[in-house]
């Protein structure tokens, strides 16, 4: 009993201090793998600004947010599906064509952060390419899986050209080994100008204008984050917004830019802070209200109207007609935030 008495202080002191120590211990912070789907670049400012400036922080407390690289849209939307990424940005038609194919992936859109697209096809003016029929037996450039869109268009006026895979360098174009190259007019478009071509040496063909516009960048995780972490995804979604907001506001861009240009080193590419400037003063023009922008859609709902438009083109799309797996998916399985 001696010995007891004597124990029990000793070990009451030690089960006070242990509990001291496991009280000031800080929570567990959880890693958020959150992807985009091309190099470090002003098109993601949103996202990046959110994780320097600490919105992810914000909404999704005790939460590390990383962002990782995969480098295409085909890598990032296949990196959610494996769980490999949780979250990540990307284009809606080539999210939904990898859903088609993988319908194991089970990947949902959260948000639509742009609701249309500035994709065009260039041509140097003087080489009488005006119209989509001018295309035919040309040779052109199409990104390197991430051109489902521009087949598809060429499919629907029949035409048929020599297609070369274009990667992220314009030289191609520039040097005239193409005639014919894909740009994004807050991206290729600029660069160009940049190498010293004039807008008047530029013709270009904007998809759009011959009924090829398509919601663009949008925010997706798998569908078992969906069901089971919902409020992370509204503060992930929220962080985004607010990164957004901050970005594109004339006043931060400085900061903005610094930012981005700490990422495009970081990833050991090259861009030129002009350029970067040109992408965030365009990019924001096709941004939802939501996260900013000023755009047609007041909105970052993904319409039913314009998933189906989608959904069609695919249908009727001659590289699908001898696909046996393929499944297409309903607009609430693929945007559950479209349920009634």
Sequence with gaps: MKILSVL???????????????????????????????????????????VEKGFFQKYVPNKKVEITLPGTSKR??????????????????????????????????????TYTTPLMLVAHRGDGIRTPSDLNGRRVQTWLGNDIMVK?????????????????????????????????????????????????????????????????DGIYCHEKTFREQPELCKGVIAAVQDGWKFAIDEKNEAETLRIVTKYIKEADTISSKSHQRWMLRTFKLDLTAPYGGDAESSSDILQETDFDRILNIFKNADELKDEKNIVFPKYTDFYPYGKK
Excluded at 90 to 109: E, G, T
Excluded at 181 to 204: F, S
């Design 76 to 113: 990032a939307i296949a990196g959610v599906g494996t769980g490999n990424i949780d979250f990540s940005t990307c284009w809606f038609p080539d999210a939904l064509y990898h859903q088609m194919l993988n319908p194991s992936s089970k990947i949902v859109l959260l948000s639509q952060v």
């Design 152 to 216: 598809h268009f060429l499919q629907k006026f029949d035409i048929r050209p020599v297609h070369i895979p274009q990667g992220s360098s314009m030289t191609p174009f520039l040097y005239r080994s193409v005639d014919v190259a894909c740009a994004m007019y807050y991206n290729e478009y600029h660069t160009l100008t940049e190498h010293g071509l004039k807008p008047e040496d530029i013709q270009v063909i904007r998809l759009r204008e011959y009924g090829f516009d398509f919601p663009g």
């Design 8 to 50: 029990f202080p000793l070990l009451f002191s030690v089960f006070c201090a242990a509990i001291s120590v496991f009280a000031e211990e800080p929570a567990k912070t959880d890693v958020i793998r959150f992807g985009i789907h091309w190099q470090p670049q002003s098109q993601f400012a949103g996202v990046l600004v959110a």
